[in-house]
Nanobody, 126 residues
Framework: QVQLVESGGGLVQAGGSLRLSCTASGGTFRSYTMGWFRQAPGKLREFVAAISWSGGVTYFADSVKGRFTMSRDNAKKTVTLRMNSLKPEDTAVYYC???????????????????WGQGTQVTVSS
């Protein structure tokens, strides 16, 4: 199994950008579909984005579509979430997740992912 560590969170003004990274150790990274989720205070965890094992397919929640992009580097065992045009409602703890699966379907349910990072805080001020 992979172990995941997120980095790159912080405080940014509305309209700004942040880049989150997730670095994996252990396991065969290219065998994992990767996802990003977030959880705001008092709210349920929600799906943000996912990427296939090859990086060739991505999927985004409607709330971030057109503003966020996701990529991966299997050689470096990293996945990146680039967040542009940030809004105060993007404020949350962002989690990286991995699912041992190398097909083309991109799971959007957190329960489908096997491994999780510890999370990184993103705060967008208005």
């Amino acid at each position: 199994q992979v172990q995941l560590v997120e980095s790159g969170g912080g405080l940014v003004q509305a309209g700004g950008s942040l880049r989150l990274s997730c670095t994996a150790s252990g396991g065969t990274f290219r065998s994992y579909t990767m996802g990003w989720f977030r959880q705001a205070p008092g709210k349920l965890r929600e799906f943000v984005a996912a990427i296939s094992w090859s990086g060739g397919v991505t999927y985004f929640a409607d709330s971030v579509k057109g503003r966020f992009t996701m990529s991966r580097d299997n050689a470096k065992k990293t996945v990146t979430l680039r967040m542009n045009s940030l809004k105060p409602e993007d404020t949350a703890v962002y989690y990286c997740a991995a699912k041992y699966y190398s097909g083309s379907r991109l799971p959007q349910l957190g329960s489908e992912y096997n491994n999780w990072g510890q999370g990184t805080q993103v705060t967008v001020s208005s």
